[in-house]
């Protein structure tokens, strides 16, 4: 059997790490098994639907080098919801409700008071064919709920084990408005039993969802797939991670320079108990990815674990992989090599290279501490003129050190402060070389 999965986004906003999560499992499993993964657009909700973010969550795809290899959209497949809906009804598990919220909410509040479960009380079967007209002429057409048959639903989750829900605890879902809008069970049962999905990988929040569409793929006559609910992503201090969800869209992540393979090497370990390790294509993080791993306690994500992953992949790229981003920036072609070469191991994101070019090509603001004024001044008159060569600093702390007797840390920081204003950095062998302009002179 051809293994398929899908990730099922609604166009109403920009992806963020949430979101990649679930893409990502749903990808690698297919990959792995050599399957089909399909980006299905729910895309049912006109007024929030926005092509705009169609357009970004396939760039946002892209970039992360997971591919589909169909898109489908609930849009288009409105005729089949409708065919389906009438299938239910004609088989008595769809029924028409016209209870206002404020009706149902004191109807929740009343069995809660109760000691029961806040269910729907499912008074709508009560009535009578003339009642409904009468209260379709009043309030105009009513929401139509599925009805559940009241027995344990159970299934083996590929994270979570066996899982059983009593359906007499949930209330019957609502598949229909009554706007006739098809909200997100029905139309998402439909895509996959005709789709043949084989696993169905998400957030463990829709465990509950998982139990009545269960028995709706059943009353349709569907295969129910392989079901998996993964962990929820909190802050680093197990903080709601939704209210900083602005802060982790994808498409910022990309601005702010991290690199796809940091991430998804991320993503697809976190929360596992595999070892956290940069992996350099998607066939590598398929090739050990299993569902089993992966436990049921919420995930702790901080984002800013990505950024030493990404500076490992940027600061293993050869230099012909950056050569035009360091050409773009203004380094002239004949030190460019030497320049990847200098500051590659002193960068996080690729952005970091501009800053090594400015300080370079206009000179730093000197870092001169009190008690080194003396020393830096008498160093910096030793100073040959510019252009520096491949031996000037060597040559320079040796007689540097010959006349003020300093040695190790106390000669070789306070002249590194003082020529790039900075404690740390490059191999001073190599950056003094490459420096067009410096920004302190005796």
């Known amino acids: 059997m051809t293994v398929v999965t899908r990730f099922a986004p609604s166009p109403t906003g920009y992806l963020h790490v ?43 795809l892209e970039w992360l080098g997971i591919t589909w290899d169909r898109v489908e959209r609930q849009s288009d497949r409105l005729e089949r919801y409708q065919a389906a809906a009438q299938e239910l009804r004609d088989a008595g598990r769809l029924y028409e409700c016209f209870e206002t919220p404020t009706e149902l909410d004191l109807k929740r509040k009343k069995q809660l008071n109760m000691g029961k479960p806040p269910v729907y009380d499912r008074a709508a079967l009560a009535l009578s064919d003339a009642e409904k007209e009468a209260l379709r002429a009043e309030r105009g057409n009513g929401h139509w709920r599925f009805k559940l048959d009241l027995e344990r639903i159970e299934w083996t989750d590929g994270i979570l084990g066996d899982l059983s829900i009593d359906a007499a605890s949930v209330s019957d879902p609502v598949l229909i408005r009554g706007d006739g809008q098809f909200l997100y069970t029905p139309a998402s049962v439909c895509d996959d039993v005709d789709f043949g999905v084989s696993y169905v990988v998400r957030g463990s929040d829709h465990v509950t969802n998982t139990a009545t569409q269960i028995q709706i793929i059943q009353a349709l006559g569907g295969t129910v797939p392989s079901f998996a609910h ?8 197990g903080e709601a991670l939704s209210k900083r969800l602005g802060t982790l869209a994808l498409r910022d992540l990309r601005e702010r320079g991290v690199q796809p393979m940091a991430l998804l090497s991320l993503m697809a ?30 995930t702790k994500f901080d984002i800013e674990d990505v950024f030493p992953l990404t500076a490992r992949v940027n600061q293993a790229l050869p230099f012909e992989d950056v050569a035009d981003r360091i050409s773009e920036i203004g380094v002239p072609s004949d030190i460019a090599k030497k320049f990847w070469s200098a500051v590659s191991q002193n960068i996080t994101v690729l952005d970091d290279l501009n800053g090594w070019w400015s300080m370079l090509s206009e000179g730093a603001e000197p870092v001169i501490e009190e008690e080194d004024t003396e020393f830096v001044a008498t160093a910096m008159s030793m100073l040959p003129a510019m252009p520096f060569t491949d ?15 300093r040695k190790g840390r106390g000669l070789f920081m306070p002249l590194r402060k003082a020529l790039t204003g900075q404690s740390h950095g490059p191999d001073m062998g190599q950056v003094l070389p490459l420096m067009q302009k410096i920004g302190i002179r005796p």
């Open 18 to 60: 949430g979101n990649l999560r679930t893409a990502l499992f749903n990808h690698l499993i297919a990959r792995k098994a050599g399957g089909q993964f399909i980006l299905r657009l729910d895309d049912t909700d006109p007024e929030r639907s926005k092509e705009e973010y169609v357009d970004g969550i396939k760039e946002d």
């Open 391 to 405: 031996s000037t600093w060597s040559e320079w702390t040796k007689a540097v050190k010959a006349e003020t007797g």
């Open 230 to 237: 993964h962990s929820l992503l909190t802050g680093p201090q």
């Open 269 to 298: 370990r976190i929360g596992s108990s595999d070892n956290m390790e940069l992996r350099s294509t998607m066939d590598e993080l398929a090739e050990g990815f299993e569902l089993t791993h992966f436990g049921s306690a919420p």
